[in-house]
T-cell receptor, first 114, second 113 residues
Framework: GNSVTQMEGPVTLSEEAFLTINCTYT??????LFWYVQYPGEGLQLLLK?????DKGSNKGFEATYRKETTSFHLEKGSVQVSDSAVYFC?????????????FGQGTELSVKP | EPEVTQTPSHQVTQMGQEVILRCVPI?????FYWYRQILGQKVEFLVSFYNNEISEKSEIFDDQFSVERPDGSNFTLKIRSTKLEDSAMYFC???????????FGDGTRLSIL
């Protein structure tokens, strides 16, 4: 079945460091891919998305490129801030306009130190 | 910005009791979802709902679970006879169309004693 695998956390970085959180997926067909972020005590917020191969999603300095050949959707940011400390979830949706459920990775906790 | 709201934020219930978790999706959204996250585990899909009926459900969503949209604004998840293993954070989500991103509420933490 469809699945998402993320790198394990926690990831601890200093402010202004480069961030990569790896995400790979297994899916039949052509899923849409998402990154969600969960700040402490809050719900899941959509960070960015990509709906087809080679699409790049970007938001708030974060980027991820849909790589069909490597079945990956790695999250990157050039310079992290303390306020980026949160749990990041990679997810896929495989039913298109039929109201597709999201399948999540296990989440990666990011802690950014001043 | 419109948001999905969930109540209560924390629910404590005795094992075997019924519990209803409430959600108010974004007003013009047509697709509704419930997910849960057991502490330390992945966020798991429970059920999706469209046009007043369940469109998909997971293996977790057994006969003890039900969903309802009793009026034009609320979307509820009922667990008839709670078990200890139902303790989790439950998230409601909605989307305008099925292919569009889902917007999540802040969740209800359900604790079964």
């Amino acid at each position: 079945g469809n699945s998402v695998t993320q790198m394990e956390g926690p990831v601890t970085l200093s402010e202004e460091a480069f961030l990569t959180i790896n995400c790979t997926y297994t899916a039949t067909g052509y899923p849409s891919l998402f990154w969600y972020v969960q700040y402490p005590g809050e719900g899941l917020q959509l960070l960015l998305k990509a709906t087809k191969a080679d699409d790049k999603g970007s938001n708030k300095g974060f980027e991820a490129t849909y790589r069909k050949e490597t079945t990956s959707f790695h999250l990157e940011k050039g310079s992290v801030q303390v306020s980026d400390s949160a749990v990041y979830f990679c997810a896929l949706s495989d039913r298109g306009n039929q109201g597709g459920k999201l399948i999540f990775g296990q989440g990666t906790e990011l802690s950014v130190k001043p | 910005e419109p948001e999905v709201t969930q109540t209560p934020s924390h629910q404590v219930t005795q094992m075997g009791q019924e519990v209803i978790l409430r959600c108010v999706p974004i007003s013009n959204h047509l697709y509704f979802y419930w997910y849960r996250q057991i502490l330390g585990q992945k966020v798991e899909f429970l059920v999706s709902f469209y046009n007043n009926e369940i469109s998909e459900k997971s293996e977790i969503f057994d006969d003890q679970f039900s969903v309802e949209r009793p009026d034009g604004s609320n979307f509820t998840l009922k667990i008839r006879s709670t078990k200890l293993e139902d303790s989790a954070m439950y998230f409601c989500a909605s989307s305008l169309q099925g292919y569009q991103p889902q917007h999540f509420g802040d969740g209800t933490r359900l604790s079964i004693l």
